[in-house]
């Protein structure tokens, strides 16, 4: 049973930070690749970060380099997603995925930033 389960997210100002954790269950967390995706209202959904299972950082997308960082600890079967910086364009609900996913996705967490 593949588990995903994101915290850390909530209400934060322009130019704050916010830590992201996803938990993951149900597989051998430290041999696949995790991702970061976000969805805010009306848009698509955007892959964020990709991380190996190693743990070697593979790409941003263009809108959070240099102010997100992602990163993981396969003893704790946790991924995160460093956040700083942050914008009201970065308001979105934030969700984790292996690759291949396979269909599992987990709940997600809600990322607001305003005044």
């Known amino acids: 049973q593949v588990q995903l389960v994101e915290s850390g997210g909530g209400l934060v100002q322009p130019g704050g930070s916010l830590r992201l954790s996803c938990v993951a269950s149900?597989?051998?967390?430290?041999?696949?690749?995790m991702r970061w995706y976000r969805q805010a209202p009306g848009k698509e959904r955007e892959l964020v970060a990709t991380i190996t299972g190693a743990g070697m950082p593979l790409n941003y997308a263009d809108s959070v380099k240099g102010r997100f960082a992602i990163s993981r600890d396969n003893a704790k079967n946790t991924v995160y997603l460093q956040m700083t910086s942050l914008k009201s364009e970065d308001t979105a609900v934030y969700y984790c995925?292996?690759?291949?996913?396979?269909?599992?996705w987990g709940q997600g967490t809600q990322v607001t930033v305003s005044s």
């Open positions: 995925q292996r690759m291949p996913a396979f269909g599992y």
């Open positions: 149900g597989f051998r967390f430290g041999v696949y690749d």
